[in-house]
């Protein structure tokens, strides 16, 4: 089991949490360059802007062989969508599919297809010989995201037996995040602050 920690975000305020969301609708980011020749802001500098808006949208995934015949109940998906809603994100599709790389690649090429936005799995990131949403994963992205897996990894003193991977697949960036309800949401709340900026880079804004 994972170990529950604590998290300063569950006891923030409402107003706190949703700075993620940038004003919520459409998240911008403004980065400025300096025209060569002029003075800094406040000293008659004119500056260029850079906006992206990007409506913070989700998709959940949930890999288990019971689950997807109907024999156990899916605690991950709902908490995962909970605390994603929480922290500004819209859940757009909610699914299952069992085990395995086919299933579970094939669930990703389509919910990441012409997507903009966030696609969590949850499961299959263990060492039990049918785990193998890493695998699965690592079919579709295009580019690894190691950053944010350690991050995610690093949220539990068991986060180290977590196998997920994180990576986009053009305008989408998928995570991989354990199947207990405690260890997604954990894996969830260590990247959230940085979530909707990584959209926001993918969507072609300019970095720091």
């Known amino acids: 089991m994972w170990h529950e920690a604590a998290d300063w975000r569950s ?18 980011v403004r980065h400025a360059d300096r025209l060569p020749g002029r003075s800094p802001e406040g000293s008659g500098d004119s500056v260029t ?9 989700a998709k959940i995934l949930t890999v288990s062989e019971s689950v997807s015949r109907g ?12 605390v994603l809603a929480r922290n500004g994100f819209r859940i757009v599709e909610q ?10 690649a094939a669930a990703l090429i389509e919910l990441s297809a012409s997507f903009a936005g966030l696609v969590v799995t949850t499961g299959g990131t263990g060492f039990s010989p049918t785990d193998l949403t890493p695998e699965a994963t690592r079919t579709v992205v295009e580019r690894d995201a190691p950053g944010l897996a350690e991050a995610m990894r690093s949220s539990s003193p068991l986060g180290c037996l977590s196998r997920g991977v994180a990576g986009t697949v053009g305008h989408c960036l998928v995570l991989n995040v354990p199947g207990s309800p405690r260890g997604a949401v954990e894996s969830i709340e ?3 602050d940085v979530l909707a900026h990584a959209l ?9």
């Open 71 to 82: 024999t156990r109940q899916d605690r991950s998906g709902p908490a995962l969508a909970d």
């Open 11 to 28: 006891r923030a305020p409402a107003e706190h949490k949703s700075v993620l969301r940038r004003r919520i609708v459409g998240v911008a």
């Open 200 to 208: 926001e880079l993918l969507a072609g804004a300019r970095p720091h």
């Open 95 to 104: 699914r299952t599919v069992s085990d395995g790389v086919g299933p579970v």
């Open 49 to 57: 802007t850079s906006v992206v808006d990007v409506p913070l949208k």
């Open 190 to 192: 260590a990247v959230a």
